[in-house]
């Protein structure tokens, strides 16, 4: 397919969602407005809410189905495989020198002072940076506070070539050794958490590299996501050990398909870090989806309503197999009260969660075995999911969607945040560029947006985005007039930061 063709089809999916986020907020507003005195009138916008969610997902529905009877669903299962199967034998080739001692190498210590998903995200841009200098990444992780014997028992080494302790003077710091950026023969290089990186290396994120953009534009709906997602995939090898606690869990749970994540955070992040949501909010997101997927259940095909022998023979009708779908969700917490809760006011889903690991999530135990094996599980499931439903502000849903990049060609739109877009910790700035004029009105009473402020563009302009507020409208700063405000969602799209990383011909194509 084309490059335009793919990135239309997405738009088209973007657009019904912020089309939808639109009305359902201006409605909402209007119909506080109207009550308690005009009754009648917000009885009225209820029941258009509930119709015009049903042609949001009829729409929805066709353009899912448009994907998959365009003929390039294997061609997009290919290229996924090839793209992945090439960054994973480069970062294999990098990371496996067959003289460790020669090798240049990149030293990163996993002694953050933060939680499990905050660490991996560590050790996730020490990979990019070695795999940007052409440096092998040497992991000290002895004393890891979620495991003290460190990273390889947990996860398979990041070298198997080039130890942590890499020679006899049971040192890695033999030979030159500075601190970042160091000189280009500098045996040894130590980086700094990405916080006082200085100076500031290219290919951080969100850039992705520049060799592989063109393919990753047209696969995916969020490229530095997927990027991000194949280090993850390197790096989170699980031990046999950790492999069998997953299946076993597995097993133990009655993990099945379909099912959507749910990662509600909660204790010491409330507050301070973020906004605190109710159950309610999560769940209504579960709800939307599955609503979607049984529509998408029952539907007829449209060839499948032609006079018999008239179809083309590739849709059957639905045989009505599969149209009652059981509801299920896969909870992770770290406060274990909202198991309990979601189990009693929502009995026709089946909950899958353990209050026990919820329990290991809070402050007062996080540092610890029982702490690390929790966060891996919940991850794992997070990941394994059809849907998350979360808030991106927290860095374990962040993996998780990160993650789940793996599983599929493209699962760039199968999340729900109830707060912040995607980001990564220590990003460069995230830019958006309008392919629409927008021209600010007067606000006021009358405005859809209130007092707020609101954003001119013009098509090419840059935007500094600083959130989606999920209403038809996001934040950010116009980089040609300097101006902060509100501007329609649907008016501009990301832009693709690329950087000139090392190509790695050594790897074949
Ligand atoms: P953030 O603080 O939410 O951005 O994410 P971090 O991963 O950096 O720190 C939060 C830590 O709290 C995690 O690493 C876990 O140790 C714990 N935690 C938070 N939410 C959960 C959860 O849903 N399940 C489990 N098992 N642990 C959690």
């Not at 729900?416 to 006021?444: C, M, N, W």
């Not at 302009?461 to 329609?488: C, E, F, Q, T």
Request: aromatic share 10%.
């Amino acid at each position: 397919p084309s490059l335009e063709y793919e990135m239309t089809r997405r738009r088209v999916v973007d657009g019904v969602q912020e089309l939808w986020y639109y009305f359902g907020s201006q409605l909402k507003q209007l119909k506080a407005l109207a009550s308690p005195r005009f009754k009648q009138l917000s009885e009225r916008i209820d029941n258009i809410l509930k119709e015009a969610s049903e042609h949001k997902r009829a729409l929805l529905m066709n353009v899912n189905r448009l994907a998959e009877v365009d003929g390039y669903g294997p061609w997009r299962e290919m290229e996924s495989l090839e793209l992945s199967y090439l960054v994973q034998r480069r970062l294999h080739y990098l990371q496996n020198p067959p003289d460790c001692a020669s090798a240049k190498k990149l030293l990163c210590n996993l002694n953050k002072g933060c939680g499990y998903g905050c660490q991996v995200h560590h050790v996730v841009y020490c990979l990019i940076v070695a795999y940007g200098t052409r440096r092998t990444l040497v992991l000290r992780s002895k004393g890891w506070r979620y495991h003290k014997a460190g990273w390889e028992e947990v996860f398979h080494p990041v070298s198997d070539t080039c130890p942590p302790v890499a020679d006899p003077s049971g040192s890695i710091t033999s030979g030159s050794h500075a601190h970042w950026p160091g000189k280009p023969n500098t045996q040894v290089v130590e980086l700094p958490i990405v916080d006082s990186l200085s100076p500031r290396p290219p290919y951080l994120p969100l850039a992705v590299p520049r060799d592989l953009a063109p393919r990753l534009a047209r696969l995916h709906g969020d490229p530095i996501v997927w990027w991000v997602g194949q280090f993850l995939k390197f790096l989170l090898r699980p031990q046999p050990n950790v492999q069998k606690m997953l299946d076993s869990t597995a097993r133990k749970l009655g993990f099945q398909r379909p099912i959507v994540g749910v990662h509600i955070r909660r204790t010491d992040k409330v507050g301070t870090e973020a906004a605190f949501h109710p159950l309610e909010e999560y769940m209504s997101a579960v709800d939307e989806w599955f609503d979607q997927l049984e529509m998408e259940r029952i539907a007829l095909p449209l060839s499948g309503t032609l006079p018999d022998g008239a179809g083309d023979g590739n849709w059957r009708w639905n045989d009505g197999e599969n149209k009652e779908i059981k509801r299920r969700v896969y909870l992770a917490t770290d406060d274990p009260s909202v198991i309990v809760d979601a189990k009693i006011k929502y009995p026709k889903y089946e909950i899958l969660g353990d209050p026990s690991i919820a329990r290991t999530a809070a402050v007062s135990t996080r540092y610890s075995d029982s702490s690390l094996f929790g966060i891996i599980i919940d991850i794992h499931f997070l990941s394994m999911s059809d849907y998350l439903v979360c808030t991106f502000s927290s860095q374990v849903c962040r993996i998780a969607y990160e993650i789940m990049q793996q599983l599929r060609p493209d699962a760039s739109n199968r999340f729900r945040s109830l707060d912040d877009i995607y980001y990564y910790g220590g990003q460069g700035t995230h830019l958006r560029e309008a392919v629409l004029p927008h021209k600010a009105q007067d606000t006021g009473p009358g405005s859809p947006v209130g007092q707020d402020a609101v954003l001119s563009l013009e098509p090419g302009d840059l935007i500094g985005v600083a959130g989606n507020h999920w209403d038809g409208y996001s934040k950010g700063k116009s980089m040609r007039s300097g101006r902060v405000g509100l501007y329609p969602s649907f008016k501009v799209v990301d832009r693709i930061e690329m950087a000139d990383f090392p190509t790695y011909a050594e790897v074949p194509l």
